[in-house]
């Protein structure tokens, strides 16, 4: 089955076909970690580092470098791999609610004395309707 694939390039309905098994039979044959020819798994990307991060950044938006250019200077990264790190390290971690931030917004609502427009004050970046979906989802509804 494995040389079918592998040397006759057939299509896995042709390799059904021709074993007498169904499709999804091969499939799992084929992926089978009993299988000798199977390919290696991919083993996961090394995380970034703050250096590599800082790096990007500088490459970017200093010098003015393509993300290709940017991984070109970089060992074990690939071009895509730069691109997405460089889109995805935008994101702010302020976006995040502290812990005390919750306390102080769970506290403010039992008081029952306090509308979202008013603990909103309390609460800079945030806005009362991020307030109340985030107090809902904390209380589940409770009052």
Do not use: C, W
């Not at 004050?121 to 009052?143: C, D, I, S, V, Y």
């Amino acid at each position: 089955m494995i040389s079918l694939r592998n040397d006759q390039k057939l299509k896995l309905t042709q390799i059904a076909i021709r074993t007498g098994r169904s499709t999804a039979a091969v499939i799992r044959a084929l992926r089978s970690p009993l299988n000798t020819e199977r390919k290696p798994l991919k083993k996961p990307a090394r995380p970034y580092t703050q250096a590599e991060d800082g790096k990007i950044i500088r490459l970017r938006e200093q010098d003015g470098l393509t993300y290709a250019q940017i991984a070109a200077r970089m060992q074990e990264r690939s071009a895509q791999g730069v691109q997405h790190r460089g889109a995805t390290r935008k994101v702010n971690d302020s976006l995040s609610y502290t812990k005390d931030e919750l306390g102080e917004l769970i506290r403010l609502r039992k008081d029952g004395r306090s509308s979202f427009a008013q603990i909103v004050e309390l609460f800079p970046g945030r806005n009362a309707m991020a307030l109340n979906e985030k107090h809902f989802r904390l209380t589940k509804g409770r009052k």
